[in-house]
């Protein structure tokens, strides 16, 4: 048998297209060309800026002192995008938006970080609930709801972003249920230990990555909810422990290890006046402050770690926590003069004032203080009327 005779491969010169990696470009990029016109994120996009209802949202910000915050309208695109692509961590959206060309476009350029992501979330989740299920709610009630390039029609959806599929006014119910059935159980995560948790253990594992060790921990995450002892709900009161005592146990337990390792470190937890005086408007979270005053006794006495545990006891601090509760007041430049009179010192504290403290506790000065409060209140305390 013969084999067949194949003719030798001699190299050509062969002509690839141009690839020049350091070329500058002549004009500036357009964000408009980043996506193909029929992708998803050029929905979400005009679906944010054109149709949904953000004023719940908005009406929240009564203060405008302050670094201004990222805006409602970028963090929901991105949080409408991410939830409907399944990228629901703030960490993972903060990554995303330098590594995703859809993120990227739908942040502008802009790269929110982690920490702004959750605190918007946590901020604003009951308005978040009822944005995610407008465009359904829309489809339903109105006979026509044009914007673009995208129509909510009677039996169909209709957008450039999935102008091949059609959705049956039946299909649409079922799927607003389940979005809402979704929402719910976000929202029910949210207020539980294991949500505060998960958020508590995401952020001492990064530090531990980034680091290789944790000297300090400063459990600062508070939430509050205004209601006398009867008017509060269940629902607030599991919120309020999720956070303000559960949160800052699972953190304590998952960082002690590390500062064992390290041969010691400080623990501060930042508890409040409230847990040491008693307020009728606030006895949940007066409840959780004077349990973590409680927690750090029982912290310190486990000393032979060199691990120190101390509290913050603040007053008043001028947070937008405190802000909110100002403007709901039918004055509040006359509420919040009536609570500055109340300090010798004439003045609500500044979170620079809380930070001096907070850096006294974590450094070497105070190494032989634990098991402590250090109050900083402006003197509230040392007066009697």
Same mark, same amino acid.
């Given at each position: ?250 953190? =304590?337990? &998952?960082?002690? !290890?590390?500062? %064992?390792? #390290?041969?010691?470190?400080? $623990?501060?937890?930042? /508890?409040?006046? *409230? ?63 009536? =609570?500055? &009179?109340?300090? !010798?010192?004439? %003045?609500? #504290?500044?979170?620079?004032? $809380?930070?001096?403290? /907070?850096?006294? *506790? ?24």
């Amino acid at each position: 048998m013969v084999e067949p005779q194949t003719a030798p491969t001699v190299p050509v010169k062969k002509t690839f297209r141009v690839f020049v990696s350091d070329q500058m470009m002549l004009l500036p990029p357009s964000l408009d060309e980043w996506l193909p016109q029929d992708h998803l994120a050029r929905f979400v996009a005009e679906l944010v800026d054109e149709v949904l209802d953000l004023a719940p949202i908005l009406a929240s910000y009564t203060e405008r002192r302050g670094f201004p915050p990222y805006g409602p309208r970028l963090m929901v695109r991105l949080l409408t995008y991410g939830y409907t692509t399944g990228v629901r961590s703030s960490r993972a959206i903060e990554r995303k938006c330098t590594d995703d060309v859809a993120f990227r476009y739908l942040a502008a350029g802009a790269g929110p970080d982690y920490r702004s992501i959750s605190r918007f979330q946590a901020r604003h989740l009951d308005a978040l609930a009822g944005i995610f299920t407008q465009p359904l709610h829309l489809a339903q009630s109105s006979g026509m709801v044009k914007m673009g390039r995208v129509a909510l029609y009677g039996t169909k959806l209709e957008a450039n972003a999935s102008k091949h599929k059609a959705m049956s006014y039946t299909r649409l119910v079922d799927k607003e249920q389940h979005v809402e059935a979704e929402i719910a159980e976000l929202q029910a995560a949210a207020a539980s230990p294991a949500w505060a948790w998960a958020v508590a253990r995401e952020m001492i594992d990064a530090a531990l990555a980034a680091l290789d060790r944790v000297d300090v921990l400063h459990a600062n995450a508070a939430v509050q909810v205004m209601g006398g002892l009867e008017a509060t709900e269940p629902a607030h009161w599991d919120r309020m422990y999720a956070v303000n005592q559960r949160a800052v146990a699972e953190a =304590i337990r &998952a960082v002690v !290890p590390a500062m %064992r390792s #390290a041969g010691g470190g400080s $623990i501060i937890l930042t /508890a409040s006046l *409230l847990g040491i005086t008693g307020d009728p408007d606030l006895p949940m979270y007066g409840a959780t402050k004077g349990a973590l005053r409680a927690r750090c006794r029982s912290v310190a006495a486990h000393g032979v770690d060199n691990i120190r545990c101390n509290t913050i006891c603040p007053g008043d601090v001028d947070t937008e926590m405190v802000r909110e509760f100002f403007a709901h007041r039918p004055d509040p430049d006359a509420a919040r003069a009536e =609570i500055e &009179a109340r300090y !010798p010192l004439g %003045r609500l #504290a500044s979170p620079a004032d $809380i930070a001096g403290a /907070a850096l006294f *506790l974590a450094s070497d000065d105070a190494a032989y203080v634990t098991g402590t409060d250090l109050v900083v209140d402006g003197g509230l305390l040392a007066r009697i009327y």
